[in-house]
């Protein structure tokens, strides 16, 4: 990766919003989750984490990891996992 994309990289991260940082830490630290996973695991609600989750995607931070079940809900989810750079 270019130097300049790598600053552009970091100056993203520098701005996200607390909750989005919290968020992108908690898939950071877990590897890989499902959004009810990252709730859990912050002791958040859920419906302040999943909007999270997109904006992230849309800033090309985080992106699908696989399509699988949850272990809580044994439901269909969506897997996230960080994209790009890891700093």
Do not use: C
């Not at 990289?9 to 590897?31: H, N, P």
């Amino acid at each position: 990766m270019e130097e300049t994309s790598l600053l552009a990289y970091q100056e993203v991260l520098k701005d996200l919003g607390e909750r989005q940082r919290e968020v992108y830490e908690a898939i950071k630290k877990l590897g890989e989750a499902d959004n009810l996973t990252i709730s859990k695991y912050l002791n958040l609600p859920i419906n302040s984490t999943t909007p999270r989750t997109k904006e992230l995607r849309d800033l090309k931070l985080v992106g699908v990891s696989r399509v699988g079940v949850s272990n809580i809900t044994h439901r269909k989810v969506i897997f996230w996992k960080l994209v790009g750079v890891k700093v």
